[in-house]
């Protein structure tokens, strides 16, 4: 494993899976329960039994924080895992087999790519209800022009390659063409979309929640913990700060993966 | 040339077209009876139910309902809202220059950060500076604008007090007021445009730099600044301006949560008090609005493009 001998890899794939592994595992990490009220020790300042000290019902805020890890990044995992098989198929079949089907598909991604997806997601959410299934469906429809293009552009390089024409010769059929002889070709700049994408979708799950479009209260996710910190930032300012350096911090880790893999999977990229 | 542009218009035409559609069928998707959703659940009486059906012109053929709207919206006429009656274009009018205020300084401190910060990061590559600088640009990038926002209004409004936290005053009214509640959300605003700026003008001068013509130039004993100014700059500063019209549509959606956070009665906080009302018609001529505007002004960069680099060709 090339890959993990690279510093900014592999520090950042610690940080993902240590937070993968808190939020599976969040009933058994977690030291309270984070739907527990507890209003005699409510807005409680950092200490030993509350290490980030307690929210506006007395609620542990570090269990809070591990539990809407489970909201956050089930919500980014499964919407990027959508938008890459959605946007890798469009790609592959667009590009391959050109014509009327490739400029639907490309032409539907250039739309939704030129706008801010924030906004389309808002529009959605209004009109389908907020729900953590609907989010994950909207964010996962959002980002999948970002793969079909780049998987469009990469197909449409390979499949004149002198390997796909033999392949060709010897009477493949397309799928067998598009599944087996482009796609483990271009698997990299996949693998960097969906890094950059997962930290992007982690930003517009927490802005929606921020707005209260996201998860339903009182289930925490980092957006609406933030967003309900604030009304108490004179009191307690350390609410807000804490659930702002995970997103951060998270986001960055999903972001350095992806310029890292991008560096040295495709120096082409660079 | 002249092809060049008539396509590129045509095609943000299409785009606006295809946009109008989907925002137009986006209240019939709506899980069952939209008016029903839009009074709530408490027993509407059936006038009202009819009333707002009729108001919404839900009673007519889908066809007939989408020309209605389009033909009105080619008017200017977005149509009105259903919680305060009043008709929706002018409010958007209104409320246009305050979000285009809070985009265009930010716009203005991205490139005022970014440049330089980016320069100095290419200059200096591989050091402790170009390290730090790209670190920073990298949690930039990272950290969501309304983090930002909110931590930057704990620290410069409720802590030190040197601004007001949230609200709105006209410059007319009182232009001093006005700047202080205008600089921290668009501090906010630019802190990703910054880092996408420095990031990008970084791998433009290190690619710039590489070039032969500069190797030439130094080659021949010019002064290192003289060309870092006169050959590199130039030409490294235009994928920087390119990016920056791509950012607008970044921007816009930052200030649907900078409007939100600081009070500011801009376009995206009229959008997120009629989701918050389920005014529907306001809420789709609002999106569709805003994505005309943004569709506009990518047509605007990408014909302007050509202008600042004779390279580009027109095919």
Known sequence: ?270 | MWSYILRRVLQALVFIFLISVLIFSMIHIVPGDPVLTILGDEGASQEKIQALRTALKLDRPLPVQFFDWIGAVVRGDLGESLISGRSITPDILTRLPRTFELIFLAIILSLLVGIPLGILAAVRRNHALDWLISLSAMLGLSTPVFVTGTLLTLLFSLRLQWFPSTGYVSFQEDPLAHLQRLILPSISLATTTSAIVMRMMRSSVLEVISLDYIRTSRAKGLNQAVTLYKHVLRNAVIPVVAIIGVQVSTLIGGTVLIEYIFNWPGLSSMLIKAISQRDYPTVQGVVLFISSLVIFINLLVDLSYGMLDPRVRYT
């Open chain 1, 1 to 270: 494993m090339k890959l993990l001998k690279n510093p900014r890899i592999s520090l950042s794939l610690i940080i993902i899976v240590a937070s993968l592994v808190t939020g599976i595992f969040a009933p058994l990490i977690a030291p309270y329960d984070p739907l527990k009220q507890d209003f005699i020790s409510n807005l409680g300042s950092p200490s030993q039994e509350h290490l980030l000290g307690t929210d506006e019902f007395g609620r542990d805020v570090l269990s809070r924080l591990i539990f809407g890890a489970r909201v956050s990044l089930r919500v980014a995992f499964v919407s990027v895992a959508l938008a890459m098989i959605l946007g890798t198929f469009l790609g592959l079949t667009g590009g391959y087999l050109g014509g009327w089907w490739e400029l639907i598909a490309m032409r539907g991604s250039d739309v939704l790519l030129s706008l801010p997806p924030i906004l389309l997601a808002m529009a959605a959410v209004a009109f389908l209800g907020s729900s953590l299934l609907n989010l994950t469906l909207i964010i996962g429809v959002l980002y999948t022009p970002r793969f079909a293009r780049v998987v469009h552009a990469a197909v449409v390089r390979e499949k004149n390659q002198d390997y796909i024409e033999s392949q060709r010769a010897l009477g493949a059929g397309i799928p067998r063409i598009l599944l087996q002889g482009i796609l483990p070709n271009i698997l990299a700049p996949i693998m960097v979309q969906a890094s950059l994408s997962l930290g992007f979708a982690i930003l517009l799950e927490a802005g929606l929640s921020f707005l209260g479009l996201g998860a339903p209260p009182p289930h925490p996710s980092w957006g609406n913990m933030i967003s309900t910190a604030r009304g108490y930032m004179r009191q307690a300012p350390y609410l807000v700060i804490s659930p702002s350096i995970t997103i951060a911090l998270i986001v960055l880790a999903f972001n350095t993966l992806g310029d890292g893999l991008r560096d040295s999977l495709d120096p082409r990229l660079k």
